[in-house]
């Protein structure tokens, strides 16, 4: 009877790790427009592959908190593993402009339906940014590429327009929350 436990603990435990993966982003500057999809408890690893100076910074208002230190040095690594589900953003604090990214992190399995049915147009804006969603959405903010807010707003709409015609040129990161989801958009502003 032990050894049948122990075996059944082994094969547990070993398809536990199988359902885990690494996924690798080179780190660098120009590395922009970094979007990847992940499950959760999936390990992200940032490699340095260039001499410069980078970090690894998620969103202030991130619901799963990552911060590297400052590194300098080709081959330098950070890595996180994302444990909670939902939309991340980061950035390089010293070249937000040309380093940062999206992760995705997905319930191993299952499709996201309301994310794919939701539309955000035009992108890129240069005035006015359409979202249309097939259920209502509860909040949105808008931040742009060094972290800052520069809108956020409760709204319990279907449908939202958003006069973008006095931002600044460049991109921003929209993010909307709707039955307890947070899911991140970019935006690019004309």
Sequence with gaps: MKKITLFLIALVTSFSFLAQDTSEILWKIGA?????????GDTVIWTWSDSGEHNVLSFPDS???????????LGETFSHKFTKIGDFSFR??????TMFGT?????????DEERKKLS???NPVFNHLNISSPI???????????GRKVLERSIHADKINIDMS???????????????KKHTYRIIKK
Excluded: W
């Excluded at 006095?166 to 307890?180: D, H, K, L, T, V």
């Design 32 to 40: 922009s427009d970094i979007d990847l999809t992940i499950h959760q």
């Design 63 to 73: 619901e799963e908190f990552f911060k590297s230190n400052d590194m300098t040095g």
């Design 92 to 97: 390089c604090t010293f070249h937000p402009q």
């Design 103 to 111: 992760i995705h992190v997905r319930v191993l399995g299952i499709e």
């Design 120 to 122: 955000i147009y035009p």
């Design 136 to 146: 209502k959405i509860e909040k949105i903010s808008i931040t742009n590429v060094s």
């Design 166 to 180: 006095n931002y600044r040129n460049g991109m921003y990161f929209i993010q909307i929350e709707s039955n307890a």
